[in-house]
Nanobody, 123 residues
Framework: QVQLVESGGGLVQAGGSLRLSCVAS????????MGWFRQAPGKEREFVAA????????YYADTVKSRFTISRDNAKNTLYLQMNSLKPEDTAVYYC????????????????WGQGTQVTVSS
């Protein structure tokens, strides 16, 4: 089993920044890729960014490219998402997830999920 715990969400004004964290524990050998997804009310869960845990290759959705940065601290088993220039449309519950597969934008490729952290961007 893998346990994922997100933190760092909150309320921020448009143009502001937040940094999300996700601490992973458990069967770390299954963690080839880690990703961030988000889900707004009434919408499907959508891909935000992913990173390969060993090599650090990064992948972003077009909607967040150049504004968000995904990173990881291997020693702390922690995944981060630095979010800058936030927009009201970034409002959602943000989830981290882990996969034993190559990076993918499909939620179905991920095996374990955190409980989510709410990000609200006011206009």
């Amino acid at each position: 089993q893998v346990q994922l715990v997100e933190s760092g969400g909150g309320l921020v004004q448009a143009g502001g920044s937040l940094r999300l964290s996700c601490v992973a524990s458990g069967r770390t050998f299954t963690r080839y890729t880690m990703g961030w997804f988000r889900q707004a009310p009434g919408k499907e869960r959508e891909f935000v960014a992913a990173i390969t845990w060993i090599y650090g290759g990064t992948y972003y959705a077009d909607t967040v490219k150049s504004r968000f940065t995904i990173s990881r601290d291997n020693a702390k088993n922690t995944l981060y998402l630095q979010m800058n220039s936030l927009k009201p449309e970034d409002t959602a519950v943000y989830y981290c997830a882990t996969s034993s597969r190559s990076p993918s934008s499909s939620p179905n490729s991920y095996d374990y999920w955190g409980q989510g952290t709410q990000v609200t961007v006011s206009s």
